[in-house]
């Protein structure tokens, strides 16, 4: 399965003439076979590193009129892992601008955590309101 996914190939750098160059390694017609000097024949290959970034996702709270300040503020800091004093001020800045950023994750991430955040809200009985968005 590794052998041929697309991450794992070798690639190689010497264009159409790359391939025959390993076919004529050492030892190949009978000049070059004391290993001295020339230093190693063949073609110079590198696995491609994975680097495919994940998508991140915004995770948002939005203000109600009715869920208690101090019950947002636990969800900051238990979902979250935010300070009491961070907690506090991301509460009060969606309290008065209607929503606010709690952090950005990979999507299974936050999907996790506005899950966390609507079955608290729902366990106790309050309408608070958590999305997220695509960054
Ligand atoms: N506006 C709420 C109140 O006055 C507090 C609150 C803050 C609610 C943030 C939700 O995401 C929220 N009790």
Same mark, same amino acid.
């Given at each position: 399965?590794?052998?041929?996914? +697309? /991450?794992?190939?070798?690639?190689?750098?010497?264009?159409?003439?790359?391939? +025959?160059?390993?076919?004529?390694? +050492?030892?190949?017609?009978?000049?070059?076979?004391?290993?001295?000097?020339?230093?190693?024949?063949?073609?110079?290959?590198?696995? #491609?590193?994975?680097?495919?970034?994940?998508?991140?996702?915004?995770?948002?709270?939005?203000?109600?009129?009715?869920?208690?300040? !101090?019950?947002? =503020?636990? =969800?900051? !800091?238990?979902?979250?892992?935010?300070? #009491? !004093?961070?907690?506090?001020? =991301?509460?009060?800045?969606?309290?008065?601008?209607?929503?606010?950023?709690?952090?950005?994750?990979?999507? /299974?991430?936050?999907?996790?955590?506005?899950?966390?955040?609507?079955?608290?809200? #729902?366990?106790?009985?309050?309408?608070?309101?958590?999305?997220?968005?695509?960054?």
């Amino acid at each position: 399965m590794l052998a041929h996914s +697309p /991450e794992n190939r070798l690639l190689h750098s010497g264009g159409p003439l790359a391939w +025959p160059a390993v076919l004529a390694g +050492p030892g190949d017609g009978g000049r070059d076979s004391d290993d001295e000097g020339e230093g190693q024949t063949g073609v110079v290959t590198k696995t #491609r590193p994975k680097t495919k970034k994940p998508s991140l996702y915004r995770v948002l709270l939005l203000n109600d009129d009715y869920t208690p300040m !101090e019950f947002v =503020i636990l =969800i900051l !800091e238990e979902v979250f892992n935010k300070s #009491r !004093e961070d907690a506090t001020r =991301i509460m009060l800045h969606v309290h008065n601008q209607g929503v606010g950023e709690c952090g950005v994750f990979p999507y /299974e991430v936050a999907e996790t955590k506005v899950t966390r955040v609507m079955d608290a809200a #729902r366990r106790n009985q309050h309408p608070l309101q958590c999305v997220m968005e695509k960054q």
